[in-house]
């Protein structure tokens, strides 16, 4: 019989390594050209809105209320205390369920139905917050003909959960299985392990997901239009049209005159400067963990 000759080994083709090192500082420069094209619009953006903001923003601009065109002085302080309240419904809505949502995908995550959650819960991150609006004022408004911040609250509370949910999910994930398999052997229940080993261990992240969750809904004002209504009037009670500083800025900027022009530059900045500060705590709080 005849032998088969043997077929060659497969050559490979290696790249040159003057060219791996050229596509490799192309790759690098782009990345690093993209990321400074990012930076410096964001520090225009910001130093524009201060430049603008800053020469309207003084102690009585964040201590008196709104005065009629023509008249000087004026502020947002019922904007401010407004938001503030309208906010701080909504984290007392969204935090409880979603910390336990996130409890619940974190521990008994697996099988059809927790699948499910996490999906709804990533369609309700990409919902526009103005059809958001829209369904608080179709679910709180309309049916009793009454704008309220509560309705506000409501709907910034639809927009928080999926942040808080899915941060303190990945958060409580993180925390190590031994951990809790040594509470567990230690005698601890499973309720008493969760809430007194887990959640403190996963604390620094899930503040940090809440931080970033406030701060997404600091500056809306589509669901605003819809619910809060707005005031010119201190308000402080939530069942009635509140005060919003996003509104506020709104009907300043799209109004004909210049004094008013100029208060919605300064609201803009305290906006601004509140969610730069959130992000800030936010940093802080997760290196914090890290440090640990």
Known sequence: MMAVAEQPPFERRSTPLALRHALSFMGTATTAICASIGAACLIIILGYVAVQGFAAVNWAFLTQLPVPVGEPGGGVANGIVGSIITVGVAVLIATPLGLLCGLFLALFGRGWFPEVVRFLSDVLSGIPSIAIGLFAYL???APVR???AISASFAF???MLPIILRTS???IRSVPRTIREGALALGLSEVVTTLRIVVPAA???????LLLAIARVTGETAPLLFTAFGSSFWELNPSNPMAQL??????YAISPYQSWHQQAWGGALVLIVAVLVLNILARVVLSTRWRR
């Open 139 to 141: 679910l709180l408004v």
């Open 146 to 148: 009454h704008f309220s």
């Open 157 to 159: 509370a639809l927009l």
């Open 169 to 171: 999910e990945e958060a």
């Open 203 to 209: 604390r620094p992240a899930i503040i940090t997901g």
């Open 246 to 251: 996003p509104l506020q800025v709104f009907n």
